[in-house]
């Protein structure tokens, strides 16, 4: 699974290298995208401190990276961009709530995601 990420980036610096520039803007995108979202679980993030920062740089980066690929259409596409982010607002609500219910010693790895 982390190999995608780095296969994504090759490609998209191969499309560029073609001339094919917005395909490799994408390309790119994903890859950071990806690059985030996959390699959480291989961090060693054990503290609520650092799970707090990379949830930090996590939802930045989403966030910029949705909003990059609306472009300037951003607000005219708000409500798809409501959609993309939606999925990813519902997970966090239901780790924001397992926290509270649980105290820090009981848990499990995916909450500190």
């Known amino acids: 699974m982390l190999a995608i990420p780095a296969f994504m980036l090759l490609a998209s610096l191969v499309m560029l290298s073609e001339g094919s520039r917005s395909m490799a803007q994408v390309l790119f995108l994903g890859a950071v995208?990806?690059?985030?979202?996959?390699?959480?679980?291989?961090?060693?993030?054990?503290?609520?401190?650092?799970?707090?920062?990379?949830?930090?740089v996590k939802w930045i980066t989403m966030v910029?990276?949705?909003?990059?690929?609306?472009?300037?259409?951003v607000y005219l596409a708000?409500?798809?961009?409501?959609?993309?982010?939606?999925?990813?607002?519902?997970?966090?609500?239901t780790r924001v709530t397992l926290r509270r219910k649980l105290p820090v010693a009981r848990w499990p790895k995916q909450l500190y995601l």
Request: charged share 10%; aromatic share 16%; hydrophobic share 50%.
């Open 78 to 93: 708000s409500s798809l961009f409501s959609a993309c982010m939606w999925p990813m607002i519902w997970i966090e609500w």
């Open 64 to 73: 910029g990276l949705v909003g990059m690929a609306f472009g300037s259409n």
């Open 33 to 56: 995208g990806l690059a985030v979202l996959l390699c959480g679980p291989f961090l060693p993030i054990y503290t609520p401190e650092r799970a707090r920062v990379y949830r930090a």
